[in-house]
């Protein structure tokens, strides 16, 4: 495992299944606003006892995360939300769990990195273009250390008064089908299921009913993604209507009986960002009861070694 057995039984005791619990956030590493120990802090005080930092193509906030979640009692797993592709269409694959160390894992994310700063710099050449002179060396501070994306244009956007808030800035200049809708051929599903199992974690569908995707394509992806060796999928991604959770339980159990495999494991997590977004606070949602939750395979790990 790459947690210490301690760290592991610790996270993951008899009670795991009516503790908080979230497995997708975002860093100031990545392109949320608070810093891995910020994050972490608030993390404990909505009470939530397991955690997984997933930032955009990078584990470089998962350290200092860890030695918080050490000081303050709350276990934190590495992760890591990798951009892939399904065919033409962008999709994100979790990894929980995973090996920092892993080479092939140090690849994908070093090849993430490159075409993230490829893709920075053309948004920034069709701003500039559009009169918004200086926007690489604006997103880039916002950034900080970490990777550059969108939001960090939509910042800088706001701050140099061009547009009110991150939303209309993506409404107008960053969002699909804008000037600055750069589109990335990330590695593809496969490809990035692969990285992620070599590296010992557990490859985790994203967010499945943020894509758009009809129910078609839908039980498609979901199909492609079981037979390439995913493992879970995230039944819940911050607050959703009850009835889609249901729905899509159903969906993911009718296509691993077509698909001949068991039915995949289920995670949950916020997809925190920044703290003036309730709907997906850190812990804000639980799995429902009945489910097999994805840290069953840490806590069968866990029981095997006692």
């Known amino acids: 495992m790459n947690l210490s057995e301690s760290l592991l039984l610790k996270a993951l005791s008899d009670d795991a299944d009516t503790e908080l619990v979230d497995l997708h956030c975002h860093s100031t590493a990545s392109d949320g606003i608070l810093s891995p120990t910020e994050l972490v802090s608030r993390a404990k005080s909505q009470g939530v006892t397991l955690l997984a930092l997933t930032d ?3 584990l470089g906030g998962v350290p200092e995360a860890q030695r918080t979640g050490d000081q303050l009692g709350i276990s934190v797993l590495p992760g890591i939300e990798f951009s892939s592709r399904w065919g033409k269409r962008p999709v994100h694959i979790v990894g929980l769990n995973v090996d920092s160390a892993s080479t092939t894992l140090r690849e994908a994310i070093n090849l993430r990195e490159q075409l993230r700063r490829e893709r920075a710099e053309r948004i920034a050449e069709r701003l500039e273009k559009r009169g918004f002179a200086g ?4 997103a880039r501070r916002w950034a900080g250390d970490g990777v550059i994306g969108r939001p960090h244009f939509a910042r800088w956007l706001v ?3 061009h547009v009110e808030d991150s939303a209309r800035a993506f409404k107008r200049y960053l969002g699909a089908g804008k000037v600055g809708d750069v589109k990335v051929d990330w590695p593809q599903l496969e490809e990035t299921i692969d990285s992620i199992r070599a590296a010992g974690g557990t ?4 967010h499945p009913l943020k894509y758009g995707l009809t129910r078609t394509l839908l039980r498609r992806l979901v199909s492609d993604f079981l037979e390439a060796g995913g ?3 995230e039944l819940l991604c911050g607050r959703q209507n009850p009835v889609q959770t249901r729905e899509l339980r159903a969906l993911l ?3 691993a009986e077509e698909c001949g495999r068991p039915a995949p494991l289920f995670s949950v997590g916020s997809d925190f960002h920044q703290p003036d977004q309730p709907w997906r606070e850190l812990g804000c949602v639980r799995l429902p009861e009945g489910v097999e939750p994805v840290w069953k395979l840490w806590q069968t790990s866990a029981n095997n070694t006692g």
Request: charged share 20%.
């Open 56 to 58: 955009h193509d990078t």
């Open 135 to 138: 926007a690489l060396q604006g």
């Open 159 to 161: 701050e140099e008064g």
């Open 203 to 206: 490859a985790v569908l994203a």
């Open 231 to 233: 493992q879970a999928v």
């Open 253 to 255: 159990d009718a296509v």
